[in-house]
């Protein structure tokens, strides 16, 4: 098993999970949320489509909040 990542860059968003790793175009991203009650963030696309992004847990806290911060500036920043 990997440690669950997420980068972003030019290219788009790259998330690692338990078990995949996907790059996912920034022009096919719709959003990039936090829903409420849910245990971790989510990348939003097209068609109510979302993809899990386990990098970003609720029990971390601050550093969630943070790290949300982030990838909204780099999304806006590489759009």
């Not at 290219?11 to 009650?37: H, K, Q, W």
């Not at 245990?39 to 806290?61: F, K």
Request: without cysteine; proline residues 6%.
């Amino acid at each position: 098993l990997t440690r669950p990542r997420l980068r972003a860059g030019p290219a788009g968003l790259a998330v690692r999970n338990l078990l995949g790793y996907r790059v996912i175009p920034l022009s096919e991203v719709v959003d990039f949320s936090f829903p409420r009650g849910k245990r971790w963030a989510r990348v939003d696309l097209e068609h109510n489509e979302y993809l899990p992004v386990l990098a970003v847990q609720s029990s971390d806290g601050e550093r969630s909040v943070a790290a949300m911060d982030t990838i909204r500036e780099l999304m806006g920043r590489y759009r």
